[in-house]
């Protein structure tokens, strides 16, 4: 956005410990030149990549089930069922997500394909996902996955048909938005219904 549209007054930290939680002021010049004085909150938690692993010869995708405590008690029993993902911690998308893969599903992928990228709560949340396809074998299994424990990670490898795959998600066994969007991308380009 041009800068002659926000003038930004204060920025307060309000939290700096998981990660960055800020409160800023601003005035934003709306569409009719009038000035708006508004306060917003985000969340800086650094960006992050998902994958979805797919075999299209078996028509299956790999994905994982782990504990996530925001949906703890807020309608659902926290283990939520994903593609496997991470933050990218000073690492490129690219290179983030192969080791990523690795750890959380014991698969070794060589190539990855970007196929798009996407702010995921762009009110509140500075976060931007990479969002990558890779074929992987069977035999590309290198390891158990699960994560790594030190940091909390208990995680389980699913194997899936794509068509188990999509009616989880219409019955709202698959509730993950990233993994949603990377199950559609799949259904449309890489494992299209016969």
């Given at each position: 956005m041009p800068e002659d549209r926000i003038r930004i007054h204060k920025v307060e930290t309000l939290s700096d410990d998981w990660f960055l939680l800020q409160k800023t002021t601003f005035d934003y010049r709306r569409n009719d030149g009038t000035w708006q004085r508004q306060t917003r909150e985000t969340y800086d938690r650094g960006h992050g990549a998902t994958i979805l692993l797919?075999?299209?010869?078996?028509?299956?995708?790999?994905?994982?089930?782990?504990?996530?405590?925001?949906?703890?008690?807020?309608?659902?029993?926290?283990?939520?069922?994903?593609?496997?993902?991470?933050?990218?911690?000073?690492?490129?998308?690219?290179?983030?997500?192969?080791?990523?893969?690795?750890?959380e599903t014991g698969y070794r992928v060589g190539e990855v394909r970007k196929v798009f990228e996407a702010f995921m709560s762009p009110g509140s949340v500075t976060e931007r996902l990479y969002f990558f396809v890779a074929e992987y074998e069977p035999a590309s299994?290198?390891?158990?996955?699960?994560?790594?424990e030190e940091e909390g990670e208990d995680i389980e490898v699913l194997?899936?048909?794509?068509?188990?795959?999509?009616?989880?998600?219409?019955?709202?066994?698959?509730?993950?938005?990233?993994?949603?969007?990377?199950?559609?991308?799949?259904?449309?380009?890489l494992l299209p219904a016969s």
């Amino acid at each position: 956005m041009p800068e002659d549209r926000i003038r930004i007054h204060k920025v307060e930290t309000l939290s700096d410990d998981w990660f960055l939680l800020q409160k800023t002021t601003f005035d934003y010049r709306r569409n009719d030149g009038t000035w708006q004085r508004q306060t917003r909150e985000t969340y800086d938690r650094g960006h992050g990549a998902t994958i979805l692993l797919y075999n299209r010869e078996r028509r299956t995708v790999v994905l994982v089930r782990q504990f996530r405590f925001p949906t703890y008690g807020n309608g659902h029993d926290g283990f939520l069922i994903e593609a496997a993902a991470g933050l990218l911690d000073r690492a490129s998308p690219e290179e983030r997500i192969k080791a990523e893969v690795e750890e959380e599903t014991g698969y070794r992928v060589g190539e990855v394909r970007k196929v798009f990228e996407a702010f995921m709560s762009p009110g509140s949340v500075t976060e931007r996902l990479y969002f990558f396809v890779a074929e992987y074998e069977p035999a590309s299994r290198i390891g158990s996955g699960g994560g790594i424990e030190e940091e909390g990670e208990d995680i389980e490898v699913l194997e899936l048909t794509m068509e188990q795959a999509m009616q989880m998600m219409a019955d709202g066994r698959i509730a993950d938005g990233k993994t949603i969007m990377l199950l559609q991308y799949a259904a449309l380009h890489l494992l299209p219904a016969s």
